[in-house]
């Protein structure tokens, strides 16, 4: 099966830039589209942005828009995330996950990767 495999996080402080790379293994690769998730301690989940994998298509959640970009490399089977202008709200498990099958259903999730921002 697919697997999708985070990385990047770490601990910065306020105003700090980091991005985030997920990669996908497995098996051939072509989801609807790939999205990032978090989830901060006692919140729910809320999208992050999203991406369609051949139109390109984008969508960010008011959280994002105007300090993050969601982008991709088909070739090489990868979306990534760049954050800028990091707030202690930012502070969250970061997910990167894939849409297969059903339009606005993501069926394969990675592991997570910790973002910290330092207050």
């Known amino acids: 099966q697919v697997r999708l495999v985070e990385s990047g996080g770490g601990l910065v402080q306020v105003g700090d830039s980091l991005t985030l790379s997920c990669a996908a293994s497995?098996?051939?690769?072509?989801?609807?589209?790939m999205a990032w998730f978090r989830r901060a301690p006692g919140k729910e989940g809320e999208i992050v942005a999203s991406?369609?994998?051949?139109?390109?298509?984008?969508y960010y959640g008011d959280s994002a828009k105007g300090r993050f970009i969601i982008s991709k490399d088909n070739a090489r089977n990868m979306i990534y995330l760049q954050m800028d202008n990091l707030q202690p709200a930012d502070t969250a498990v970061y997910y990167c996950a894939a849409s297969v099958l059903k339009p606005d259903l993501y069926e394969r999730w990675g592991q997570g990767t910790q973002v910290t921002v330092a207050a």
């Open positions: 497995g098996r051939p690769f072509s989801p609807r589209s």
């Open positions: 991406i369609a994998w051949t139109s390109g298509n984008l």
